[in-house]
């Protein structure tokens, strides 16, 4: 199908780094200045999904591959889990690209990438040196900025507020299913995470990031990516600490994997330009076996932190930053990649199955209580 836009706004823009570097374009989607983290992202497909993913939430992404937009935005479709998007809405504060398709072209195509920015109020900018702006944030760092179009702004940081209360369900949520009773703590799920485990037959009760759940009947807990700090989600913390002191099986994905680690006394850091890319190389540690993995992260485990009773189980083959931790006898295990991938490769979505594998052998004959079922 065709979707072909011929309403792109040529009107002029800029992109503003806190270090005083300026990079002129012009504006598409919502024309208005706006502020957030510059970051970047290496994936050459998956702006549907990259757009809509919690996990870019108070940030201005940069796509670094050059066409963007070539086969426009699908129809949301697919009931309270869409297809084709990882939320309900765009998450990202802005976005930033070289050269957007004027003339998009697929068979899922319902409008243009242009469209649906200006229908959800996201500013984006194009003709933009991406390459020379990633060079300068892989040197430098990832930096606060703002895109001014129709009026200058102050630059804030998002990094100051609690991103996974602004991205995280209100109440608890179920999703039927005849297997294993899963608590899933919303911190910004992704819904291919939600559609994982549900075509493995789990019964999925999706819970606020603050919720106390330990009062509940479940064999099992994910815990979800999501945005900003871990530290900020003292709440959640605690209540993975009272998981553990049940001796639940726990699976954390992402963010998950750093509020695990805080959870059983680590510690976690800020990266200076984080991973975020569909092609990042992990090693199981004490093997040979290398995936390639899907991210989106900031924060990272401080390896040299975890207790004696937990160890590293993954580990990026770039940097050798920690990609993973589990304990060394009890069912507490957690991966900052993203296994569901969405977009990206597929290699480590048996990660799910080998984790309800061992739920079951927890299981309880308890039901659930508490939840609205969707």
């Given amino acids: 199908m065709d979707c072909e836009d011929n309403s792109v706004s040529e009107k002029k823009a800029k992109l503003v780094l806190d270090d005083g570097s300026v990079f002129e374009g012009v504006c598409f989607g919502a024309a208005k200045s706006c502020t957030g983290e510059v970051v970047f992202n290496t994936g050459m497909v998956g702006y549907p999904e990259a757009l809509t993913d919690p ?156 919720y106390d759940f330990t009062f509940m009947d479940y064999d099992g807990v994910v815990i979800s990516n999501g945005p900003g700090d871990p530290k900020m989600c003292r709440e959640t913390i605690r209540n993975i600490g009272h998981v553990m002191e049940q001796g639940k099986p726990i699976l954390g994905v992402c963010l998950g994997n750093q509020l695990l680690a805080l959870a059983a006394g680590g ?61 060394k006898s009890r069912p507490f295990m957690s991966v900052q990649f993203h296994p569901e991938h969405s977009p990206g490769p597929t290699d480590t979505s048996f990660l799910f199955e080998r984790f309800i594998s061992i739920v079951k052998q927890y299981r309880n004959d308890y039901n659930p209580r508490g939840v609205v079922l969707s």
């Fill in 55 to 210: 996990s870019y939430r108070g940030q201005i992404l940069v796509l670094t591959y050059p066409l963007i937009g070539n086969y426009g935005v699908p129809l949301k479709e697919g009931g309270s889990l869409l297809e084709h998007f990882e939320s309900e809405r765009i998450h990202v504060s802005a976005l930033v690209i070289s050269d957007l398709s004027s003339e998009p072209s697929h068979w899922s195509c319902a409008r243009s990438l242009n469209t649906w920015l200006s229908e959800e109020g996201i500013p984006a900018i194009r003709n933009i040196a991406t390459r020379d702006l990633t060079k300068r944030l892989r040197e430098k760092g990832v930096m606060l900025g703002k895109i001014i179009v129709d009026r200058d702004i102050e630059i804030d940081d998002p990094n100051k507020r609690n991103l996974v209360s602004e991205v995280s369900v209100k109440q608890p949520l179920g999703y039927k299913g005849d297997g294993p009773r899963i608590v899933l703590v919303d911190c910004g799920v992704k819904h291919n995470i939600i559609r994982s485990l549900l075509n493995l037959g789990v019964h999925v009760i999706r819970v606020p990031w603050d």
């Fill in 267 to 327: 510690d976690t850091f800020k990266m200076k330009y984080g991973h975020r890319s569909q092609n990042q190389p992990c090693l199981e540690a004490g093997g040979s076996r290398c995936y390639i993995t899907s991210q989106n992260h900031g924060f990272a485990v401080r390896k040299e932190s975890l207790p004696d009773s937990w160890q590293e189980w993954f580990i990026n083959a770039n940097d050798r930053t920690n990609e993973g931790i589990r304990h």
